[in-house]
């Protein structure tokens, strides 16, 4: 009876809240009871029973809770002035690293009340969150490599584009304030797959993130070749860079792009992620052609993110197993609606339910006809909804 009450509420809600952050307890009822409740919360379209999509899922989300909406703004201490600003580059265990805009690095607790105000996110303090921290003592070290001294943690400030796991309902935040997904491509070795880079753009589109997209090697092809492709994502608004790690074509843009952003890189392994960091900022030395380990779909990964800072500003997060988006939280109904060149014809199919494969009198397939969307975006998009979703 309780559950059905809670549904019940979950569905007015909905209505009349459509888009804005919801309500505490509602989100608690969704986690102790409800596996799949919480999804259904962010896509309120969803309608299907698609909770066997995946069990454990990984996406970037806009504030989506209200632990994420709120941060844990709790002000034990009006006295602000006296505390610092902070960006939070690791966790480990209880203690956090804390950088000030002026790159000083602390070794920060958390305060214990802020602990116990959630106990369904397995850490308080995630990597890129921004927190109001009480420096407790100077180190005076005056090698930089050194950390500046320790401090507390007094309060974490409201979190926007969440990286995150859903399992069993409960969330597990990889990553908060991703301002900017980074997907990186290939014009050769490996092939240029621009359905991938759509599902990509897709993934950073659902969650309200600005993606860049970088088609890298551009030395090892004839960019004029590239141009068509290149011309639809213009079209749709998108930026596109075409880079070399070679030539260093665009590397500047590039880094002026990422320079006061929290970034995240994505993209098949071999694209040349790591190079392009390493050309942004030689500092950084990753290591460049290792194998990948990214390929390990679904696996519970212990390795925490990292925030790692980029000479000259901006940060990128290092998080380990979700580089190529390869999870994701979509059902097949809502696809259509995150491509911008599809939406304007949605809304007049025969069926409002339509997926626009196989359904008569389908405003999206009679546009494709007409040459009015990209025939190679709705290839896209069929593979989008075949190989990923399993329709
Ligand atoms: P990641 O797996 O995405 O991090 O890719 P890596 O940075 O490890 O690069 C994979 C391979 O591509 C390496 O052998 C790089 O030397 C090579 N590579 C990276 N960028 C470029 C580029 O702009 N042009 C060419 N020709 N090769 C590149
Ligand atoms: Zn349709």
């Given at each position: 009876m309780a559950r059905k009450k809670s549904g019940k509420l979950r569905t007015s809600f909905r209505k009349k809240h459509q888009g804005r952050v919801r309500e505490g307890d509602l989100t608690r009822e969704f986690r102790q009871g409800d596996e799949d409740g919480l999804a259904d919360a962010i896509h309120s379209e969803r309608l299907s029973g698609k909770g066997?999509?995946?069990?454990?899922?990984?996406?970037?989300?806009?504030?989506?809770?209200?632990?994420?909406?709120?941060?844990?703004?709790?002000?034990?201490n009006?006295?602000?002035?006296?505390?610092?600003?902070?960006?939070?580059?690791?966790?480990?265990?209880?203690?956090?690293?804390?950088?000030?805009?002026?790159?000083?690095?602390?070794?920060?607790?958390?305060?214990?009340?802020?602990?116990s105000l959630s106990t369904d996110q397995r850490h308080i303090v995630v990597a890129g969150d921004h927190v109001l921290f009480r420096i407790q003592s100077r180190s005076g070290g005056i090698d930089p490599s050194e950390l500046a001294g320790d401090g507390m943690i007094e309060s974490v400030l409201p979190r926007h584009g969440t990286l995150h796991r859903t399992s069993r309902g409960k969330q597990h935040i990889l990553a908060a304030n991703v301002d900017c997904v980074v997907i990186v491509a290939t014009a050769a070795e490996p092939t240029?797959?621009?359905?991938?880079?759509?599902?990509?753009i897709l993934t950073a589109h659902q969650c309200g993130i600005t993606p860049l997209v970088v088609i890298n090697k551009i030395d090892l092809v004839n960019a004029v070749d590239l141009a068509p492709l290149m011309g639809v994502y213009g079209s749709l608004g998108y930026r596109v860079l075409m880079t070399s790690t070679v030539t260093g074509q665009n590397i500047d843009y590039l880094r002026a792009w990422m320079?006061?952003?929290?970034?995240?890189?994505?993209?098949?392994?071999?694209?040349?992620?790591?190079s392009l960091l390493n050309a942004i900022?030689?500092?950084?030395?990753?290591?460049?052609?290792?194998?990948?380990?990214?390929?390990?779909?679904?696996?519970?990964?212990?390795?925490?993110?990292?925030?790692?800072?980029?000479?000259?500003g901006g940060c990128v997060f290092d998080t380990p197993g979700i580089r190529q988006f390869q999870l994701w939280d979509i059902s097949a109904g809502e696809v259509a609606g995150y491509m911008p060149d599809f939406r304007p014809y949605v809304s007049h199919c025969r069926y409002p339910n339509c997926l626009h494969v196989s359904e008569d009198s389908c405003a999206v397939k009679n546009a494709v006809a007409d040459g009015q969307i990209d025939a190679r975006r709705y290839d896209a998009y069929c593979y989008l909804l075949e190989e990923e979703l399993a329709i």
């Open positions: 066997d999509l995946t069990r454990k899922r990984t996406i970037i989300g806009k504030a989506s809770t209200p632990d994420d909406a709120a941060g844990l703004n709790v002000e034990f009006p006295d602000n002035a006296t505390l610092s600003r902070g960006r939070v580059l690791s966790v480990h265990g209880l203690q956090s690293k804390v950088m000030t805009d002026d790159g000083d690095i602390y070794a920060c607790a958390t305060r214990q009340v802020l602990k240029l797959k621009p359905a991938l880079i759509d599902r990509m320079q006061n952003r929290q970034s995240v890189v994505t993209g098949q392994s071999g694209v040349g992620k790591s900022d030689p500092t950084l030395s990753l290591s460049v052609g290792r194998v990948s380990t990214d390929n390990q779909k679904g696996r519970h990964t212990t390795t925490a993110s990292q925030l790692i800072p980029i000479r000259g």
